[in-house]
């Protein structure tokens, strides 16, 4: 009998299967042997006991029928037949949306175990095409039980019935085991793998920027603060501070044995006793150091004489933070490599409970020398729709099944962007536009609309949506709304900035044209308020051999939700960070 913990388990005597045969009638003869098949084309190549990918499986039809093939996964559902003699078991491992049936007879194993929501099996069996009318047209009749996960399915968190996305955000460890959350994740798979390809093809170079930074790209100061001196003031705060009395007690000590240097100076005393009288010396001005640093800390955290935080005490000798874009680190890049393109977690420390906000998301960042705005908005444009055709092309079960169950629009949606040429307008013909159709009564804002605003999600999806119905670029924004690093136009009060914006979502991408000419830059980083020291190397790349370059980031959960028609971003990333709430 199979054992209720993780065990192996071998074959039962195949004797007890001749119990249920007719034994008066003539013996059958033995089956032809299956034609040799190549499994390999359907195995996953690191494994055990050659286990068939059950996406693979089931999408080479009937050409497996007969072959004996060793298949693995978690029991989505699992029922018994014919009063427990055997049980039909729906079987995913996470390659597809699609579950494979699998048939185990109760003298392999416990019926009652295998059977259980959420057990995970590995089965060897016999390939079989099943009875007419089944949707799939293969299944495995096991011969053999070689592993079982036990799993109590009366308390298994995923219960069989559909649960809300906001009741799985309460169990992410096993919210993966969901149909809704594994689609979505083969979605952001075939997103990520989409992003590399389109960028390695078109001669970009990947560049790991650094997530610890001391720049804020963006200006913004919504940043995490990196610091080891948190846990130092958590043992000096436990620690009295020094009385007055103290301290001047220990620069007496110090001061008594500064004399005592000087006198063995005057005597020329021996050397080893100089030294002695020196190390002394030391040891007292440390401990002076120690009392004083203490005494002036607050809350344990090391003070500069004006109050504020001493950052010469930290890891790091200055301050330092979470990136919130790796864009300035690969404009470096960019200047000696022409093509490169960052993808990596980015981090805000913005206390915003929207559904379009996390603390941690991944950005997709490419950045272009020789590049203006124009040809930066052509590489958006081709970027995002080779994306809408990877996952059209792999991955439409998916789009299709969350479709069904949260936004039946969304797949024409992601078909219109891979075939749709983007609409294009300047930001200051936008505003007109938008007044206009305001003035006219054919649209009603909640945010008023004039120049100098920054577009708001309502507006960027009424462009993109009502009137032109496609993707559409938006382009050469006021300065005052845009960032420090982006080019200003000649007319002097816009930046060659531009931001993609699509139905369903809103802004989709932002980029510009960076300002390559060194004095308008740094008027620029002083006029929003930055140290210019701080930027001197981002300086020096127009100092010595400036040149034109753009670039733009996606935030990449933000084509996941456009892609999937999913309304909430925590709801497309593995595992989300936002304020009060990480694993």
């Known amino acids: 009998v199979a054992s209720r913990c993780c ?85 995913n491992d996470g390659s597809c949306a699609s579950n494979l049936q699998v048939i185990v007879s109760s003298a392999l194993t416990d019926i009652g175990v295998v059977t259980s929501t959420g057990a995970s099996v590995l089965v060897k069996g016999v390939l079989k095409e099943p009875p007419e009318g089944k949707k799939q047209n293969i299944e495995l009749h096991a011969t053999e039980v070689i592993f079982v996960g036990p799993s109590d399915g009366k308390t298994y968190p995923v219960a069989k019935t559909k649960l809300t996305l906001e009741h799985l955000r309460t169990i992410i460890h096993f919210r993966i085991r969901t149909n809704i959350i594994a689609a979505i994740t083969r979605v952001r798979n075939t997103l990520a793998a989409a992003t590399h390809e389109f960028f390695q093809q078109n001669g970009f170079l990947y560049v790991h920027t650094p997530l610890i930074t001391s720049s804020d790209c963006e200006g913004a100061g919504e940043m995490f603060q990196v610091s080891t001196l948190l846990s130092a003031a958590e043992k000096l705060s436990k620690q009295p501070p020094p009385t007055p009395e103290a301290l001047a007690a220990q620069q007496a000590e110090v001061s008594a044995q500064g004399g005592v240097v000087k006198e063995l100076k005057t005597a020329k005393a021996e050397k080893d006793k100089l030294q002695a009288a020196l190390d002394e010396l030391s040891r007292r001005k440390e401990v002076l150091k120690s009392m004083q640093e203490t005494a002036a800390a607050i809350g344990g955290l090391p003070r500069t004489a004006d109050g504020s935080i001493d950052y010469s005490k930290d890891f790091f000798a200055k301050p330092a933070f979470l990136t919130v874009s790796g864009q300035l680190e690969a404009e470096i890049y960019a200047c000696a490599m022409t093509n490169v393109y960052t993808f990596g977690p980015t981090f805000r420390a913005e206390d915003s409970h929207t559904t379009r906000h996390l603390a941690e998301f991944w950005m997709i960042e490419p950045e272009i020398a020789f590049c203006d705005l124009e040809a930066n908005m052509k590489c958006a444009e081709q970027y995002v729709r080779y994306c809408c055709n990877a996952i059209l092309e792999r991955n439409l079960d998916d789009l299709e099944f969350i479709a069904s169950r949260y936004d039946k629009d969304s797949v024409a949606r992601v078909r219109q962007v891979a075939t749709s040429d983007f609409a294009r307008i300047s930001y200051t013909e936008a505003v007109a536009l938008l007044q206009e159709h305001v003035k006219d009564g054919k649209k009603t804002f909640e945010n008023p609309v004039e120049w100098g605003i920054d577009l708001q999600s309502e507006h960027e999806r009424y462009l993109a949506e009502v009137v032109f119905k496609c993707p559409t670029i938006v382009y050469n924004y006021p300065k005052e709304i845009k960032s420090f690093y982006m080019r200003i136009n000649e007319d002097g009060k816009t930046v060659a900035a531009m931001d993609v914006l699509v139905p369903g979502v809103g802004e989709l991408i932002g980029g510009s044209q960076r300002e390559e000419r060194p004095d308008i830059l740094e008027e620029r980083i002083k006029g929003v308020g930055l140290d210019l020291a701080t930027y001197s190397w981002y300086l020096d790349l127009r100092r010595f051999g400036t040149v034109p370059h753009s670039g733009f980031g996606l935030g990449f959960e933000r084509l996941i939700l456009f892609t999937t028609g999913i309304e909430n971003i925590r709801d497309v990333i593995p595992f989300p960070r936002y304020p009060g709430h990480i694993l």
Not at 15 to 37: C, F, G, K, Q
Not at 45 to 74: C, D, H, M, Y
């Open 7 to 91: 065990c192996t388990i071998t074959q039962r005597a195949l004797a007890r299967d001749t119990m249920s045969e007719d034994l008066s009638a003539p013996a059958a003869a033995a089956p032809a042997a299956a034609a040799s098949v190549d499994l390999s084309k359907i195995q996953h190549p690191f494994t055990i006991n050659g286990r068939v990918v059950i996406k693979k499986l089931l999408s080479s039809g009937k050409e497996f029928v007969g072959q004996t093939v060793v298949a693995g996964g978690w029991v989505k559902t699992g029922r018994s037949a014919d009063k427990g003699a055997f049980a039909f078991l729906e079987v």
